[in-house]
């Protein structure tokens, strides 16, 4: 199982940022996908959840309207639109497959003016 994440980088507070991550070693399409943050010091912290054909979507706390995760099975890849970014969305981001125990790299997000 491997999973690389890309997209993150600077930006403005208020600025958008599309992160990706794309799935191989398994077949991504039988698996619900999640993205995960963290900033030093602290865990993990769950940031949305999508099923496996996108017909159930979870998201962190006071996520949901900011960010909008979501996948294309065709392209083993899944997507997290980051919009309206605030200084507290810094972190590096990563991606998970329900049932694995596989994390990515991340991709750092940088929200600074």
């Known amino acids: 199982v491997q999973l690389v994440e890309s997209g993150g980088g600077l930006v403005q507070p208020g600025g958008s940022l599309r992160l990706a991550c794309v799935g191989s070693g398994f077949t991504f399409s039988w698996h619900a996908m999640r993205w995960y943050r963290q900033v030093p010091g602290k865990e993990r912290a769950f940031v949305a959840r999508i099923s496996s054909h996108g017909e159930e979507i979870d998201y962190g706390d006071s996520l949901e309207g900011r960010f909008i995760i979501s996948r294309d099975n065709a392209k083993n890849t899944l997507y997290l639109q980051m919009n309206n970014l605030k200084p507290e969305d810094m972190a590096v981001y990563y991606c998970?497959?329900?049932?694995?125990?596989?994390w990515g790299k991340g991709t750092q997000v940088t929200v600074s003016s």
């Open positions: 998970k497959a329900d049932g694995y125990t596989t």
